[in-house]
């Protein structure tokens, strides 16, 4: 998945990082301000988000914290899709032990009556 949060945030028509640390950093004219004062109203999702850049003392950093999120959501999906792979391999292999089982019961069985 090559597709960041902020793209993320502008395709559900949301705020993108840009437009959060600008209005954050005071680079906003008025009526840029005024529209993404008036998203936040009605959108939990970056209103939080904006909440959260708010309490990072040195607004400099924004960028940098907001690329360790990146990381981190990224980390998190990459051991979450390895773990269904793991679980999904275990499901292959014991249907293979199976199949095995029972083909060498088949043989054991035709063996058997063979002899007899
Ligand atoms: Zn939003």
Redesign the pocket.
């Known amino acids: 998945m090559a597709k960041s949060i902020s793209s993320i945030?502008e395709e559900?028509?949301?705020?993108s990082e840009k437009q959060l640390t600008d209005y954050l950093n005071g680079r906003m004219n008025e009526s840029e301000m005024h529209s993404l004062e008036a998203?936040?109203a009605g959108?939990d999702?970056?209103?939080e988000a904006l909440e959260g850049l708010m309490q990072v003392e040195n607004k400099e950093e924004i960028p940098v914290i907001i690329k360790q999120i990146h990381n981190q959501v990224r980390r998190d999906l990459k051991a979450h899709r390895a773990r269904r792979k793991k679980v999904k391999m275990y499901v292959w292999l014991s249907f293979l032990v199976i199949i095995i089982l029972i083909i060498l019961l088949v043989a054991f069985l035709a063996e058997y009556y063979a002899i007899k």
Do not use: A, E
Not at 12 to 15: E, H, I, P, Q, T
């Open positions: 945030f559900s028509g949301c705020l998203h936040i959108c999702f970056c209103n």
